[in-house]
């Protein structure tokens, strides 16, 4: 499969225990935020999403929040298990595309190791 | 099918060619997106298609790279004139809108083609 972790961010975390991915991002008018994980040799998933209006969205062993402030977003993974492991991007208004063409750029990613 | 399907999924050019890269979106999906994934850099879209009412509005090619959408849920990436930065994995995403107004909504990748120019 693809190692598209290799230089990436590493985060490791013992099973069982709770995990924080961080993300600035760096447009102060982004007002969506969706967080992916990618598993070695897939495309990206779809996890969670948040818009601007709010700061703290749950789903399923997941919370995302967002500080606008600061213009930080964070992915908590409750109980961390072997499968979480991946690499986790943020993206800023990933979809919205206005007018004419306008480039878009995932964050490089933070890789999660759970370590059993 | 179930999902986005890309083809093929490694590809070996050498520098100077042109390659196509399919992707298969989800039946029904409005639009189609064209991303370049490289190791430790993150991903940058390179173009994408909106198809709607029988109408097709392709993103402005950026420089070497083109999509084309021969069917509604059949895109192809062209890469003219390869060159060893063009190295990466390029994933396909569709969505079933398009990504403007109050809603928007997630996309499906394919697991994406790894281009290595030598």
């Known amino acids: 499969g693809e190692s598209v972790g290799l230089h990436l961010p590493t985060l490791s975390v013992q099973e069982g225990d709770n995990s924080i991915i961080n993300c600035a991002y760096s447009?102060?008018?982004?007002?969506?935020f969706i967080w992916y994980k990618q598993e070695s040799g897939k495309g990206p998933q779809f996890i969670i999403d948040?818009?601007?209006?709010?700061d703290k969205r749950q789903g399923q062993r997941v919370t995302v929040l967002l500080n606008k402030t600061v213009k930080h977003l964070s992915l908590q993974i409750a109980a961390t298990q072997p499968g979480d492991s991946a690499v986790y991007f943020c993206?800023?208004?990933?979809?919205?595309?206005?007018?004419?063409?306008?480039?878009?750029?995932f964050g490089t990613g933070t890789k999660l190791q759970v370590i059993p | 099918g179930a999902g986005v399907s890309q083809s093929p999924r490694y590809k070996v050019a050498k520098r100077g060619r042109d390659v196509a890269l399919r992707c298969d979106s989800i039946?029904?999906?409005?639009?189609l997106y064209w991303y370049r994934q490289t190791l430790g850099q993150g991903s940058e879209v390179l173009t994408y298609?909106?198809?709607?009412?029988?109408?097709?509005k392709s993103g402005r090619p950026s420089g070497r790279f083109s999509a084309e959408r021969p069917e509604r849920s059949v895109s192809t990436l062209k890469i003219q004139r390869t060159e060893q930065g063009d190295s990466a994995v390029y994933l396909c995403?569709?969505?079933?809108?398009f990504g403007t107004g109050v809603v928007r909504t997630e996309a499906f990748f394919g697991q994406g083609t790894r281009l290595t120019v030598v």
């Open positions: 995403a569709s969505s079933l809108r």
């Open positions: 447009n102060s008018a982004s007002d969506y």
């Open positions: 948040i818009r601007s209006n709010m």
């Open positions: 993206a800023e208004n990933p979809f919205f595309i206005s007018g004419g063409y306008q480039k878009v750029t």
């Open positions: 039946s029904g999906h409005v639009t």
């Open positions: 298609s909106q198809s709607d009412a029988q109408r097709d």
